[in-house]
């Protein structure tokens, strides 16, 4: 909603009387939890109306949403604490349905109330659940606005320090030696107590690829330690010690081994002190020790809050965007839904890539991006085999999301009639937006292949994950074998996405499912707890499927019905 008075809303000082003269803890209640505490929200109308006003205890401003269905305003609490009570006070533009949740770690959520018969005006709760993070999911508007919150109040009781909780992450961290060079810039010890698993802390190359090597954290302050988690990049201690120290000299051991097997290690450990440190005596090759995150869990120490991950989506889920493609014929691309990528290709691919002429809608319903013979005087690619130039001699097309719509999670569909002769590689795909916002390399940004095709398999289609530890060729995925032409029909491509797991359906066939924590535990980091866009693409040529032969035919059209995604 505007910042301008709407008619039947009370004018701001009014309402804000009316909402100061209600707003009281009830007599049961703990105390308030919520107030100045970071929040974050799906929407704001604009800047004058932040999330941040819905818990700075300033009855005369308001956090209000943009106008559409679904809406949520999250809550983090900083430390554990068991709610009793939750105070909504709404503006006009209330919540005729919601739903209230807690959740100890911004994944898992326990549902504390339920309605679709909001009531609007100032709303005191009393509930029964114990979390860091507070959350009110907002599914039916009361009214044509958006949704808006004068306070949204937490009372209880916090945790008094049992709660096992994350001591490591961003805090000082010391190593033997360091990598900074062109394989690992910048691989200091802090890359590993950062929460990005992206990121990783290596010894260094000119002096570091020796035994012992280690790496220790501060806590800042003594802490009784119970849970320590490695994720290893390939250079992993098969040898190694956990060790705990009060005074960064003298050290106590909890753990030890002489088998480590690398990947993802959950380690249950009984420890105290301020200080904690892996220290490596055996590498399991002729690298360093590397380690993409390493986490100390417990009670005491002065841990700093780690930002909570998004909230899980359910499934199917609300539609959140989409693209149908009913434009008349002829004309491109929405422009305020896709951007063209224009030049060559990359991965040796022979196409030259155009701003948009070889994406069309046909006035049937569908995008239709054709690869085709053509030649783009002036440009570079691989020196193509059918006539021996090195000037693109094939036109393309690839589209992307970026900078228009980006998300996390959700189920991402495409109903697709996809190119197929020998040298096309039609692909819906998926890559990491800190690719172009933070200029995170590839794959550190992740990649998700909905679906992938190469002409010379006429019958199969492919999924695949791509991050450090698992890419190009050695990407974790799964073939499907149609038993017909994957070109021979329309077909929905699919991934349902959350913080824990993906699965990938053809037709609803469900075909490959990836579990994090087996990911983690057997092939490297999992790096998709960030938002993503969308990318369509076909290409000609390529390191898969080879490049055109005397047996390819073209132009071959890429044909899309549409794109959607639900949350």
């Not at 308030?32 to 006003?53: I, Y």
Request: hydrophobic share 35%.
């Amino acid at each position: 909603m505007s910042g301008r008075l709407q008619l039947g809303r009370l004018p701001l000082l009014v309402a804000a009387a009316l909402v100061a003269a209600t707003i009281t803890p009830a007599q049961a209640a703990g105390p308030l939890l919520s107030q100045g505490r970071p929040v974050t929200a799906s929407t704001s109308e604009n800047a004058v109306f932040a999330a941040t006003a819905a818990v700075d205890g300033d009855l005369g401003t308001r956090w209000s949403s943009e106008f559409r269905d679904p809406q949520w305003i999250q809550i983090d609490l900083g430390t554990t604490a068991k709610v009793d009570q939750v105070t909504l006070a709404w503006e006009t533009a209330s919540a005729r349905a919601y739903t209230l949740s807690i959740s100890p770690d911004g994944n898992t959520w326990q549902e504390l109330r339920r309605t679709t018969t909001g009531p609007g005006g100032t709303e005191t709760l009393a509930v029964n659940g114990t979390g860091r993070y507070v959350r009110l999911d907002l599914t039916q508007r009361a009214t044509q606005w958006g949704y808006s919150l004068w306070e949204f109040q937490v009372f209880g009781t916090r945790d008094t320090g049992n709660a096992e909780t994350l001591l490591s992450y961003g805090k000082t961290g010391a190593a033997s030696t360091f990598q900074d060079d062109g394989a690992c810039p910048q691989c200091t010890p802090a890359k590993a107590f950062d929460r990005d698993p992206a990121t990783r802390w290596a010894t260094s190359a000119t002096n570091g690829w020796v035994d012992p090597g280690w790496i220790s954290v501060d806590l800042g302050a003594p802490a009784t330690i119970s849970k320590v988690v490695l994720q290893w990049d390939p250079a992993y201690a098969t040898a190694y010690k956990l060790e705990v120290s009060d005074d960064n000299v003298n050290w106590r051991e909890m753990y030890s081994t002489t088998t480590g097997r690398g990947f993802k290690e959950t380690l249950t450990v009984n420890g105290t002190g301020r200080y904690v440190r892996m220290y490596g005596t055996a590498r399991s090759n002729g690298y360093g020790y590397s380690m993409w995150e390493f986490q100390v869990y417990g009670t005491g120490g002065n841990p700093t809050p780690a930002p909570p991950l998004p909230p899980n989506p359910t499934f199917p889920g609300r539609l959140v965007w989409a693209d149908e493609f009913n434009a008349a014929a002829g004309t491109g691309p929405d422009a305020a839904k896709w951007q063209p990528e224009t030049g060559p290709g990359v991965n040796n691919e022979l196409q030259y890539y155009t701003n948009n002429n070889n994406a069309r809608h046909d006035g049937n319903g569908n995008l239709v991006l054709q690869a085709r013979r053509e030649v783009t005087p002036g440009s570079a690619c691989p020196v193509d085999p059918v006539s021996g130039s090195g000037t693109c001699q094939y036109t393309s097309a690839r589209l992307n999301t970026h900078g228009k719509f980006d998300f996390t999670y959700g189920r991402v569909e495409a109903r697709i009639k996809v190119s197929s002769t020998q040298g096309l590689w039609p692909a819906f795909w998926l890559l990491g937006a800190d690719f172009f916002d933070k200029r995170t390399p590839w794959p550190a940004c992740g990649e998700i292949d909905i679906m992938e095709h190469v002409g010379k398999e006429p019958n199969n289609v492919y999924s695949t994950l791509h991050a450090p530890g698992y890419y190009g060729a050695g990407g974790f995925g799964s073939p499907l074998n149609l038993g017909q032409p994957a070109s021979s029909a329309f077909r929905t491509f699919a991934v349902e996405w959350d913080s824990s797991h993906m699965t990938f359906s053809v037709d609803g066939n469900r075909f490959f499912t990836v579990d994090r924590n087996q990911l983690e535990s057997t092939r490297g980091p999992w790096v998709y707890d960030h938002p993503f866009f969308i990318i369509i693409n076909n290409a000609v040529g390529g390191d898969w499927p080879g490049p055109p032969g005397a047996g390819t035919q073209l132009p071959q059209d890429m044909v899309l019905d549409y794109v959607r995604v639900y949350q």
